[in-house]
């Protein structure tokens, strides 16, 4: 009977992705006749989404895992086969719970965000949030690197659909133009290394004996005991020895990462998305798009822990950006550029974890800061409600008496960004910085990484307090902060959802208190420990340790974590010494050319246009010119050279019988002579 | 019986007569009459083959070149009658149009 | 029978239109046209081909009927399918209606020729699909060139005279060096063929039974051949650096004989070079691969930097149709099934998706008379159903993932990857940057036509005088002139962007037939 249960299950797994799909082609072609434009639909198609998720979830439980390939687009005998599949594991399974819930509340939060305001265009924006679910439950439990890939770009697609909403204006069409094409060039790179990876081994399956990291570790300790290159056996490695050529294929695959998860140099388009309406920026940053590229890393952690390199690329990468982002986010005036680019520092956060080795914190931080980032937005979502569309924070200020639920729920999300104990982030980014902090102190990279963490959490916990107290505490500053608009449920409902989670979820994996009182309470560890053998902690670990030589100080986590909480407090002090009182100054005014660097974000669209221009338009223009002058050029020129030898051989044509007459004397005799001569006539 | 050289040579002359006229005069008549002059030439050339080999092909094919000949003179007086008409003059180096 | 009978369909079609009355002539065509297309998707259905045509395969729909003998070589009316040539036949007829419903609204003079050469021009492009011996073939391959001649030099712009004139004369010349080659090789052969039939010839010419012509050797007489067949060829493709005359003819052909031009013409080059330098001269194309990989490459990444310098809509997509078959020139170096199958379907693929980005420029000109990128903004604001489709069909352009232009790239980079010639996998990884280009020019083009304010500047209508109009409903002079495009004007569109996705979700659907015919090709081919 369970088994019978379990098999149904996974039959009808399929559906959580084919529910939101259903909804898009709804709400695209029959939005206008519904009421609400199609939300209603969106709403029951990810409602049904998130139960049949946690209903996996459940399975997933109780042991069981499954693996399947469910549709062949196209089965090629002696070559490569392209199939959809669905791998359903601990990992996607928890990851389904998330995106699907996240939707959920993102889609009866726009009820009260785009219908209550009278918005146009709904129908469209609900086809767009359908199409944005779908497409990333379908990544999910994608159980290949090719529907990865497939949907990966879908998900860019959607990105577009929906920042560029409000394409009436001018500045969303230009920003969602700007996070395709940067998530596009990132992209390119992810391309090329599926492909490469297909040529590589032949398959792009995640999970099982035929999978390419299974191949690749196999591979690998082949290498080890021979020759280098030698023990690749029937893999091709295009000249490299195995070791390098893996490498070079993590780092292709990051490519699509880095764009995707806006880690730098990639991150500059997160920013500008801001102009899409507030839900989709929740969505895009809490649970999909900008997830896409940190859970694709987990899911072929196998692969990336055969190679220290790429590991610590990540690790540096993710660091530098945790940093970098934050310190961007201090000068910010607008509630959702502070929220974006802390967006960009977190997802830094988890890169440092999974190029630490920590695979459970990264997944862990992937979770925790899905909900409380989703709350933080549909906070930022409902004060810009209540603000009348401004965004502003100096133009705020007092809200929180007027809007306490908005209130709470918004100071437990920013509890949890800032990682205080003890909200769910907390538990998760310190987690993060002890693996990078073990790991670290063998590795310099590492502990640049870690190093650049801890430091970033100050920035975190000013900029998180200093939006916090500009939003919600002091003195009104504006008419509007004095009369805010009021919210209906269907804002508050997902907020509460949220806090409550953004509060709470941290508990699953309270590793500090597991090591200092022995009790078994990492709860996800547990449940990442269990899965499709190759795909569990377990088995990551040992490959970091055999493969990568990852090897970790022991240490005991109370000290790191006492450690980041007092430099968070430190942050969220100096916030609130700066900016408490009713009227708070524009403190950050006194930091001058700092301030005007970090307002520009260090210039790096500029610095990012001019390439694109230069080697972009610059080029093509030349191009363009090159072809009209020298390639069209020598077509006309050949046609120019016919017709003027014409019309000067046509000068012969005179128009007198006499002439041509002459001309046919003269040409027999010519003819007459040649062949006389020829002939030895005259001799 | 006279040698074929001696035709030959005749109708060489004839036919250098002909192509001088055509060379120097400009009046329609006389390049019409030229022309006469040099079928002719031709017309004695088959003629004394023709003579000298037995075989008549050579004679039918003069018949037809004087068939020829005739109708060549009423499409050439045709065109010359045309010709006076739009120029008003029979001069062949006036009627310049019919080039490029 | 069936094949004759779906040429004669066109052909008498054609002679119908013609004495016509020009008032019927727009809906008798696209009926007429529907009887092809109904046919042809008959055909698609019951397809019962197997292997190539050119390798012994097993052809459908196949007759051989001996003609006249010219000298030593019999020539014969010998048509049949493939699974190469079968999805081109369907491709045309498809387009072909298409095009013709999208001709209703700009074609307002002398419909009846009009349409009536659209289906001789059908009848052309499906006879260079079908018919299998080389005097024939290359009758058909010619009879194209009129019908788009007139088509272009009689309804074109302004500069239509330069184009028409431009297109038919390189494409000719093209075709003498062609023709050239390809009796190098006849007579090369010599007494080991008696007719003109390509599948014998390619059988010959693969046995190894070329012998010396005029004492060059058979080697060095493969060679030149094989340059010979690729210049005559790469015009018709376009192939970087002649690809000039497409642009020209793009710009000013109307915008129905742009989708026909884009989405089968260009195939005929490609189709030519799979079917002579591909399959007969295999060795020749192994080769010099890196060199022909070289320039595909340069096509693509030049072709697509070419795109992103144009302001005209048509320019646009006629520069990015030579970056795109750069990848199918790519996939048939590789001599692998995803490479050749992949570049087969490349070119289905972007025949339709090319056919509907130009009719989408079309139904847009239509109402706006600019093609320009900066005269016009915020088009979506007036014309939805258009701009859905125009975005839809530009992403299949960039190669989204569920649409038919994804998957004709991948196949080829998939194929191309691992092939055997020297550098392949840096050629792919080079070509690939494409699909960065084309997702630069596109939405750069389209963020500026469709989306952001509404406003036209239209030169014909009040000298050039900006017509602006912000506000909904105001009801100005420009709100009566853009408006919603009519039935006829997006059927096409859905019917292409229809057929865009059906192919990018279900591509065995013709992939599968495609690697039945590439396969014999592949293997036989020694590249394995």
């Not at chain 1, 205080?420 to 590492?446: C, V």
């Not at chain 1, 006499?658 to 062949?675: D, F, K, R």
Request: charge should be negative; include cysteine; proline fraction near 4%.
């Amino acid at each position: 009977m369970a088994a019978t249960s379990t098999a149904f299950a996974f039959e009808v797994a399929p559906a959580i992705a084919i529910l939101p799909l259903a909804s898009f082609v709804i709400a695209l072609f029959a939005g206008k006749y519904l009421p609400k434009g199609g939300a209603l639909a969106g709403i029951a198609a990810t409602g049904g989404s998130l139960l049949l998720s946690l209903w996996i979830a459940l399975t997933v439980a109780g042991g069981a895992t499954y693996n399947e390939e469910i549709y062949s687009l196209v089965t090629t005998p002696n070559s490569f086969d392209l199939h959809f599949g669905l791998l359903l594991d601990p990992l996607s399974a928890l990851m389904l719970v998330i995106v699907s819930l996240v939707s959920f509340l993102v889609h009866l939060f726009s009820l009260g965000y785009m219908n209550d305001e009278g918005e146009r265009g709904l129908p469209r924006y609900y086809a767009g949030l359908g199409l944005f679910s779908f497409s990333m439950l379908a990544f999910v439990f994608a159980d290949n690197l090719f529907m990865s890939f497939v949907f990966f770009e879908l998900v860019g697609l959607c990105s577009w659909l929906l920042i560029g909403h409000w394409y009436r204006e001018e500045a969303p069409p230009s920003a969602a133009k700007k996070a395709f094409l940067v998530t596009r060039f990132g992209d390119y790179f992810f391309l090329v290394g599926v492909v490469a990876i297909f040529a590589t081994f032949g398959t792009t399956l995640f999970a099982g004996p035929e999978s390419f990291p299974t191949l690749a570790e196999e591979a690998l300790a082949g290498a080890g005991g021979g020759e280098a290159g030698g023990g690749a056996g029937e893999l091709s490695t295009f000249g490299f020895g195995p070791g390098t050529w893996f490498t070079v294929l993590g780092f292709l695959v990051l490519g699509g990462v880095i764009g995707k998860s806006a880690q730098f140099p990639l991150h500059t388009w997160l920013p500008d998305a801001m102009e899409g309406p507030t839900p989709v920026s929740a969505l895009i940053h809490a649970a999909t798009m900008v997830a896409a590229g940190v859970y694709l890393v987990a899911r072929m952690y196998g692969f990336y822990a055969l190679s220290p390199t790429a590991l610590a690329v990540i690790a540096f990468v993710g660091g530098f950006t945790a940093l970098f982002a934050a310190s961007m986010a201090v000068v910010k005036r607008d509630i959702k550029q502070v929220l974006a680019y802390s967006t960009i520092s977190q997802y830094g956060y988890m890169m440092l974890g999974l190029g630490a080795g920590g695979y459970v914190a990264a997944v862990f931080h992937l979770m925790t800061h899905a909900f409380f980032k989703a709350l933080l937005f549909l906070g930022a979502g409902a004060v810009i409600i209540a603000m009348h569309h401004r965004q502003d924070m100096w133009e705020m200020g007092g809200l929180k008496e007027k809007l306490p639920v908005t209130y709470y729920a918004f100071l437990a999300g920013s509890l949890a960004l800032a990682g205080i104990f003890p909200f769910a982030g907390f538990w998760s980014k310190d987690e993060i910085l002890y693996e990078a902090l073990i790991h670290g102190l063998n590795d310099p990279l590492l502990l640049g990484g870690y190093l650049m963490g801890l430091t970033a959490i100050v920035f975190t916990g000013f900029y998180t307090f200093r939006m916090v107290l500009l939003t919600f505490h002091g003195e009104p500053r504006t008419h509007t902060a004095r009369n805010p608009h009021s919210l209906g449920w269907s804002v508050k409902v997902p907020l509460v959802v949220l806090g409550v989670l953004a509060t709470v979820i941290g508990l699953i994996n309270m590793t500090p208190v597991a090591e200092a009182t022995g009790l078994h309470i990492e709860y996800l560890h547990t449940w990442l420990e269990h899965g499709i053998p190759g795909l569990t902690v377990e088995h990551y670990d040992e490959v970091l340790e055999t493969v990568a030589g990852y090897s970790a100080a022991s240490l005991s986590p109370l000290l790191p974590a006492v450690l980041s909480l007092a430099l968070a407090l430190a942050g969220a002090g100096l916030a609130w010494a700066l900016y408490s009182g009713p009227d708070p100054d524009h403190h950050t005014e006194r930091l001058g050319d700092i301030r005007t660097l970090l307002m520009n974000n260090y210039y790096q669209d500029e610095y990012q246009v001019w390439i694109a221009e230069t080697f972009g338009t610059g080029v093509a223009r030349l191009s363009d010119r090159f072809d009209q002058s020298i390639v069209d050029g020598a077509v006309n020129g050949i046609s120019e050279v016919s017709l003027l030898s014409g019309d000067r051989i046509r000068r012969i044509q005179t128009g007198i019988v006499s002439n041509y007459a002459t001309l046919l004397t003269l040409g027999l005799v010519v003819l007459l002579l040649s062949v006389g001569l020829a002939g030895g006539w005259f001799l | 019986m006279v040698a074929v050289q001696f035709y030959l040579l005749l109708s060489a002359a004839i036919f250098c007569i002909g192509l001088f006229g055509i060379l120097t005069r400009r009046n329609v008549l006389f390049f019409l009459m030229s022309v006469e002059l040099m079928l002719n030439a031709a017309n004695i050339n088959l003629v004394a083959f023709s003579f000298q080999y037995g075989n008549l092909t050579g004679q039918v094919f003069s018949l037809f070149i004087t068939a020829l000949a005739a109708a060549e003179v009423a499409v050439g007086i045709g065109i010359m009658l045309v010709l006076y008409r739009n120029f008003g003059d029979v001069d062949v180096t006036k009627a310049t149009t019919l080039r490029w | 029978m069936i094949l004759e009978l779906l040429i004669g369909l066109c052909l008498l079609g054609s002679v119908v239109l013609f004495v016509t009355p020009n008032r019927y002539a727009g809906r008798l065509a696209a009926g007429w046209s529907l009887l092809p297309l109904a046919l042809s998707l008959l055909m698609y259905a019951g397809f019962s081909g197997q292997g190539n045509a050119l390798l012994g395969g097993q052809l459908a729909y196949e007759t051989t009927v001996q003609w006249v003998s010219l000298g030593p070589y019999t020539l014969n009316w010998h048509v049949g399918l493939d699974g190469i040539s079968m999805p081109l036949i369907a491709l045309s007829t498809v387009l072909t209606t298409a095009a013709i419903l999208s001709a209703w609204t700009p074609i307002e003079e002398r419909e009846n020729q009009f349409y009536g050469l659209v289906l001789f021009l059908e009848a052309g492009l499906i006879g260079v699909f079908a018919v299998l011996d080389f005097f024939v073939w290359f009758v058909f391959w010619e009879a194209v060139l009129v019908p788009m001649y007139f088509l272009v030099a009689i309804w074109g712009g302004p500069r239509r005279k330069y184009a028409a004139i431009k297109f038919f004369v390189y494409t000719n010349v093209a075709s003498l060096v062609m023709f050239i080659g390809f009796f190098t090789l006849v007579f090369g052969l010599g007494d080991s063929i008696a007719s003109l039939d390509m599948p014998a010839i390619a059988q010959a010419l693969r046995a190894g039974e070329l012998g010396s012509l005029a004492g060059v050797g058979p080697g060095t007489l493969k060679t030149l051949a094989f340059a010979a067949m690729f210049a005559g060829f790469a015009v018709k493709v376009p192939i970087v650096p002649v690809h000039t005359w497409l642009p020209d003819a793009h710009v000013e052909a109307p915008t129905p004989v742009s989708v026909l031009l884009a989405g089968v013409l260009l195939k005929m080059g490609t189709y030519a070079l799979l079917r002579f330098n591909f399959t007969m001269l295999p060795d020749v194309a192994q080769q010099y691969a890196a060199i022909i990989a070289l320039f595909a490459v340069v096509s693509v990444i030049y072709g697509a930097l070419l795109a992103l310098a144009q302001q005209d809509l048509k320019r646009i997509v006629a520069y990015s149709s030579v970056s795109s078959m750069g990848y199918v020139i790519l996939g048939l170096v590789a001599y692998t099934v995803y490479g050749v199958g992949g570049a087969t379907f490349q070119m289905l693929s972007h025949g339709l998706i090319s056919g509907l980005l130009f009719a989408c420029v079309g139904v847009i000109y239509n109402t706006t008379h600019t093609r320009m990128v900066d005269d016009m903004s915020g088009m979506a604001d007036r014309m939805p159903v258009t701009t859905s489709m125009f975005v839809a069909g530009s992403f299949a352009y960039m190669g989204l993932p569920l649409t038919s232009g994804f998957l004709g790239e991948y196949f080829v980079f998939l194929g191309t990857f691992h092939a055997d010639f020297p550098g392949a996998a840096w050629f792919t990884a080079i070509a690939m940057f494409g699909i960065v280009i084309v997702a630069g020019y596109l939405l750069y083009a389209m963020q500026r036509t469709l989306f952001g304010p509404f406003s036209v500047k239209t030169a014909h209508a009040d000298g050039g005088a900006m017509r602006t109009d912000g506000g909904e409903g105001s009801g100005s002079e420009a709100e009566h002139d853009i408006d919603r495009a009519a039935a006829h004007d997006i059927v096409p569109l859905a019917m292409l962007l229809a057929l865009v996705i059906v192919l990018g979700v279900a591509p065995e659907i013709s992939f599968g037939m495609i690697r039945d015919a590439v396969g014999p090709l592949v293997t036989a081919g020694g590249a394995g």
